[in-house]
Every structure is written in C-alpha cells, then in structure tokens.
C-alpha cells in the first residue's frame, strides 16, 4: 500500500507561483509514475504532468511551458512547479502515483491540495 501526502497549495495572485509537493511512502520497490491531476467544481479530474521512472515526462496542453513536473527518487517525492499562475488553474490538486507488479497496475492518489488564482 502506498501513501501519498500532498503539500504545497494555497492562494496567490494571477502572474504568481507555486510548488507543489508531494511524498510517497509505503511498502514499494519503486513507483512507474507519478502525476499530478487537477479537478474544478463541477468538472471531472484532469491529468496536468506525469512523469515516469525513467525520466519521460507528460504535460497536458494548457500547462506546458508553464508547469514544470520533477522527481526525487531518492526521497519518493514528485513535484509541480507552476509559474504564470492563471485563474483557471483554480483546481484541487491530486497526486498520483501507479505501482506495477508483474502485470498488475495499482493506482494510488493522494487526499488533494488547494490551488486557488485570484485575478
């Protein structure tokens, strides 16, 4: 079982930045992905950037150049940096992570954290 604890979010003007965190423990050899997914009222979860083991990354379109996603291995930790925050980045934030075993694909999320632009 993995466990994943988000930190990182709150309130800032548009034009301003953020980082989130976000800490994996459990009983794991190592983590496929890890990702940060968003959701607004109303509207259903979207991935934002994922980042593999290997090193590949992903960035949903309205993001990129924008967000940056990194890893730590070495401390199970993902995070998001976003800059040029904008009011329609306003979401909670969800962490997540998938653990491949032999065939089996388990996927993990974490409780959410606050993002919120004011214009």
């Known amino acids: 079982q993995v466990q994943l604890v988000e930190s990182g979010g709150g309130l800032v003007q548009a034009g301003g930045s953020l980082t989130l965190s976000c800490v994996a423990s459990?009983?794991?050899?190592?983590?496929?992905?890890m990702a940060w997914y968003r959701q607004a009222p109303g509207k259903q979860r979207d991935l934002v950037a994922a980042?593999?083991?290997?090193?590949?990354?992903d960035y949903s379109d309205s993001v990129k150049g924008r967000f940056t996603i990194s890893r730590d291995n070495a401390k199970n930790t993902v995070y998001l940096q976003m800059n040029s925050l904008k009011p329609e980045d306003t979401a909670v934030y969800y962490c997540?992570?998938?653990?491949?075993?032999?065939?089996?694909?388990?996927?993990?999320w974490g409780q959410g954290t606050q993002v919120t632009v004011s214009s």
């Open positions: 459990g009983g794991f050899v190592t983590l496929h992905s």
């Open positions: 997540h992570a998938e653990e491949r075993l032999d065939i089996m694909k388990y996927d993990y």
């Open positions: 980042v593999l083991n290997d090193g590949n990354k």
